[in-house]
């Protein structure tokens, strides 16, 4: 048996780790591969039965799992980073997450006439939508960025909100079918252990982070082990209330001023990414396929309330007052995708009230994988289709997301800003991130090949990547992650190898990518060059004013970097010919052209006033000459 038990657990992470490479191969959210191995292992083939494997364990591991997932989405939740999104985001979590909410559950109640109190909770558990569904989506349909940033940051954002409304829901129905307790009391003292003891928690972790009392390796342990022993604690002490008081917990220490979330983020995630994979396997295994079926026509039913009509009103009355168009409306009123939180924390409440013998529970979890099925797999294989028909689709992508956010790559964003290039710097450097935020830049801090950023880094519009950090360990990293995001064609990086042993030395794939500006270009060149004087300067290159025109000016030391032609960008490798007209080049000019060029300048300018200096006086010769008496 432990052997058996063994072996299925080392199955489940072997088809988690292939799932998830599935899904980012194909650009379709992972669930739909983790869900058809969950389908094919448990109902299918009858190889992976949770409940027999696991026994006693098996609630204590869901329970565990989805309180780490619902901690992380909280860590998520700063409310600043709302703000800057706009009314649209704000609108969708709050007014529309209720109207949402409301549609549902009402359908539910009509078309599968679930007790009110089951069918309010099953509404709260499909208001979420979340980024691991959303962020594929949104890269193969590539609408436009405003689109792109609204459906990102409502997904981010409500997830935790939308948990702990379905959190909430639970408490009241578990306090309500509790006939020895007065319901308000109860609830009341779920409530405040609930809020109470995750603001506490939050603090105190908080505190300790921000006055360094742990050393840096203990950081993310201590976080990870006082949050389980929180969520444990506030069950001792109010059932049910744990899974409320993680959540609090998380958002307390997201807004916390003085504390670094960063690392705890990025650990969080990977943690996540493997708890989310093994759980949707399990999940789905626990599955009965017929449950489903048995749903009929009333689970279509809902399913189509909850696409057709729910979704739209959300839009439709959150759009008010802001600056959407119809068209932008009507593309968000057909993406919203639901995604493992509404399966986890659905599964976790479903063991526990058929545990307590409430009737209908059994339909829950069948019911809300219907929703998942439903939303995924239809607005995957449209969403692109229809945002064709309303014309809100990108462009071709033209921009650059630079990593390195040195004075250079500021100088020349902000040039390409200018033109409407998009553009995004990376940095893990945060003086350089402070300083791009400054001149309006749009900035992500940390390293863009991270999890965190799989989530937080929006490359809507962007089709390029140019490598231009002097981290020479990260840099390799970035370009092969993003070489297998866009391509090879599409990556490209400063030359900043230098001579030494075998072992230091990069594979020749990478070597030949390093051709940015040309070869044997590098960061520190071009950061000498800058501290030298050199400034990036744009030049119309026409018949009367060619390449080598440009040349002759300015000398041999100018290093050209981009153009643009017909509204396209052109990234200069050194490997092509450039056009001698028809462009406008971008070019670093050393100080020494710049003087050259100045004095050329001059001399032609002097050249010039010689010249009309000369025919001003043949001109008055000629007068004098005609005002002469004839003999």
């Not at 590539?142 to 379905?166: F, K, N, T």
């Not at 079918?177 to 109470?196: D, E, F, K, P, W």
């Not at 013998?357 to 994988?369: C, E, I």
């Given at each position: 048996?432990?052997?058996?038990?063994?072996?299925?657990?080392?199955?489940?992470?072997?088809?988690?780790?292939?799932?998830?490479?599935?899904?980012?191969?194909?650009?379709?959210?992972?669930?739909?591969?983790?869900?058809?191995?969950?389908?094919?292992?448990?109902?299918?083939?009858?190889?992976?039965?949770?409940?027999?494997?696991?026994?006693?364990?098996?609630?204590?591991?869901?329970?565990?799992?989805?309180?780490?997932?619902?901690?992380?989405?909280?860590?998520?939740?700063?409310?600043?980073?709302?703000?800057?999104?706009?009314?649209?985001?704000?609108?969708?979590?709050?007014?529309?997450?209720?109207?949402?909410?409301?549609?549902?559950?009402?359908?539910?109640?009509?078309?599968?006439?679930?007790?009110?109190?089951?069918?309010?909770?099953?509404?709260?558990?499909?208001?979420?939508?979340?980024?691991?569904?959303?962020?594929?989506?949104?890269?193969?349909?590539?609408?436009?960025?405003?689109?792109?940033?609204?459906?990102?940051?409502?997904?981010?954002?409500?997830?935790?909100?939308?948990?702990?409304?379905?959190?909430?829901?639970?408490?009241?129905?578990?306090?309500?079918?509790?006939?020895?307790?007065?319901?308000?009391?109860?609830?009341?003292?779920?409530?405040?252990?609930?809020?109470?003891?995750?603001?506490?928690?939050?603090?105190?972790?908080?505190?300790?982070?921000?006055?360094?009392?742990?050393?840096?390796?203990?950081?993310?342990?201590?976080?990870?082990?006082?949050?389980?022993?929180?969520?444990?604690?506030?069950?001792?002490?109010?059932?049910?209330?744990?899974?409320?008081?993680?959540?609090?917990?998380?958002?307390?220490?997201?807004?916390?001023?003085?504390?670094?979330?960063?690392?705890?983020?990025?650990?969080?995630?990977?943690?996540?990414?493997?708890?989310?994979?093994?759980?949707?396997?399990?999940?789905?295994?626990?599955?009965?396929?017929?449950?489903?079926?048995?749903?009929?026509?009333?689970?279509?039913?809902?399913?189509?309330?909850?696409?057709?009509?729910?979704?739209?009103?959300?839009?439709?009355?959150?759009?008010?007052?802001?600056?959407?168009?119809?068209?932008?409306?009507?593309?968000?009123?057909?993406?919203?995708?639901?995604?493992?939180?509404?399966?986890?924390?659905?599964?976790?409440?479903?063991?526990?009230?058929?545990?307590?013998?409430?009737?209908?529970?059994?339909?829950?979890?069948?019911?809300?994988?219907?929703?998942?099925?439903?939303?995924?797999?239809?607005?995957?294989?449209?969403?692109?289709?229809?945002?064709?028909?309303?014309?809100?689709?990108?462009?071709?992508?033209?921009?650059?997301?630079?990593?390195?956010?040195?004075?250079?790559?500021?100088?020349?964003?902000?040039?390409?800003?200018?033109?409407?290039?998009?553009?995004?710097?990376?940095?893990?450097?945060?003086?350089?991130?402070?300083?791009?935020?400054?001149?309006?830049?749009?900035?992500?801090?940390?390293?863009?090949?991270?999890?965190?950023?799989?989530?937080?880094?929006?490359?809507?519009?962007?089709?390029?990547?140019?490598?231009?950090?002097?981290?020479?360990?990260?840099n390799p990293l970035v370009s092969f992650h993003f070489q297998d995001y866009y391509g090879r064609n599409k990556v490209f990086g400063l030359n900043n190898m230098e001579p030494g042993s075998a072992r230091h030395q990069a594979s020749e794939a990478y070597m030949k990518r390093l051709c940015l500006f040309g070869e044997g270009v590098s960061y520190a060149k071009m950061a000498s060059l800058m501290a030298k004087g050199a400034i990036i300067k744009s030049t119309n290159l026409r018949d009367n004013f060619t390449l080598s025109d440009f040349k002759q000016r300015y000398?041999?030391?100018?290093?050209?970097?981009?153009?643009?032609?017909?509204?396209?960008?052109?990234?200069?490798?050194?490997?092509?010919?450039?056009?001698?007209?028809?462009?406008?080049?971008?070019?670093?000019?050393?100080?020494?052209?710049?003087?050259?060029?100045?004095?050329?300048?001059?001399?032609?300018?002097?050249?010039?006033?010689?010249?009309?200096?000369?025919?001003?006086?043949?001109?008055?010769?000629?007068?004098?000459?005609?005002?002469?008496?004839?003999?």
């Amino acid at each position: 048996m432990v052997e058996r038990i063994t072996a299925m657990l080392a199955l489940i992470g072997v088809l988690s780790l292939l799932c998830q490479w599935l899904g980012w191969k194909l650009r379709v959210p992972a669930i739909l591969p983790l869900l058809l191995c969950g389908l094919l292992l448990g109902p299918g083939v009858g190889l992976l039965d949770p409940d027999a494997l696991f026994g006693y364990l098996l609630f204590p591991i869901i329970s565990l799992g989805v309180a780490v997932i619902l901690f992380e989405g909280a860590l998520t939740l700063n409310f600043n980073e709302i703000k800057d999104y706009g009314r649209m985001v704000t609108h969708l979590v709050t007014l529309g997450m209720l109207i949402t909410w409301g549609c549902i559950s009402l359908a539910t109640r009509i078309f599968l006439e679930f007790d009110w109190s089951l069918a309010l909770l099953f509404g709260a558990l499909v208001v979420v939508t979340g980024p691991t569904v959303i962020v594929p989506m949104l890269r193969s349909v590539r609408p436009h960025s405003q689109l792109a940033g609204i459906l990102r940051w409502e997904g981010i954002v409500i997830d935790p909100i939308g948990a702990m409304l379905a959190v909430l829901v639970f408490e009241f129905i578990s306090v309500s079918n509790n006939q020895t307790t007065h319901l308000l009391t109860a609830l009341g003292s779920m409530l405040g252990l609930g809020i109470g003891l995750g603001v506490l928690s939050g603090y105190g972790i908080g505190w300790v982070l921000r006055r360094d009392l742990l050393p840096h390796y203990l950081k993310n342990t201590a976080v990870l082990t006082v949050m389980l022993g929180t969520f444990v604690g506030s069950n001792l002490l109010q059932e049910e209330s744990g899974l409320l008081t993680v959540t609090v917990m998380g958002i307390w220490l997201a807004n916390m001023r003085g504390v670094d979330i960063e690392s705890i983020l990025e650990f969080k995630e990977t943690l996540t990414v493997l708890l989310i994979s093994a759980l949707f396997i399990l999940l789905a295994a626990r599955l009965d396929s017929n449950a489903m079926l048995d749903l009929g026509w009333g689970g279509l039913a809902v399913l189509l309330v909850a696409m057709l009509i729910a979704r739209p009103l959300c839009v439709w009355v959150s759009g008010i007052g802001t600056s959407l168009g119809a068209r932008e409306k009507w593309f968000l009123s057909w993406v919203a995708p639901r995604g493992i939180v509404a399966a986890a924390v659905s599964s976790l409440f479903a063991i526990k009230l058929e545990a307590r013998q409430v009737p209908g529970a059994d339909n829950l979890v069948p019911l809300v994988f219907l929703i998942i099925i439903g939303t995924v797999v239809i607005q995957s294989l449209t969403a692109g289709r229809w945002a064709r028909m309303l014309n809100v689709r990108a462009g071709s992508a033209q921009g650059l997301l630079i990593f390195g956010a040195s004075s250079f790559a500021r100088d020349l964003a902000k040039l390409l800003l200018a033109r409407n290039i998009r553009v995004v710097l990376s940095d893990t450097n945060w003086n350089n991130i402070r300083l791009a935020r400054m001149d309006n830049i749009p900035v992500y801090f940390g390293n863009p090949a991270s999890e965190h950023a799989e989530t937080y880094l929006d490359l809507t519009g962007i089709g390029r990547v140019l490598v231009m950090s002097p981290y020479k360990q990260l840099n390799p990293l970035v370009s092969f992650h993003f070489q297998d995001y866009y391509g090879r064609n599409k990556v490209f990086g400063l030359n900043n190898m230098e001579p030494g042993s075998a072992r230091h030395q990069a594979s020749e794939a990478y070597m030949k990518r390093l051709c940015l500006f040309g070869e044997g270009v590098s960061y520190a060149k071009m950061a000498s060059l800058m501290a030298k004087g050199a400034i990036i300067k744009s030049t119309n290159l026409r018949d009367n004013f060619t390449l080598s025109d440009f040349k002759q000016r300015y000398g041999d030391t100018v290093l050209p970097l981009v153009y643009l032609k017909n509204d396209k960008l052109f990234v200069v490798t050194g490997t092509e010919q450039l056009p001698q007209s028809g462009i406008e080049l971008l070019s670093l000019i050393p100080l020494e052209a710049q003087q050259c060029a100045k004095e050329q300048q001059e001399k032609l300018q002097q050249e010039l006033e010689r010249t009309q200096q000369t025919e001003v006086e043949q001109a008055r010769a000629e007068d004098r000459e005609g005002q002469m008496p004839a003999g």
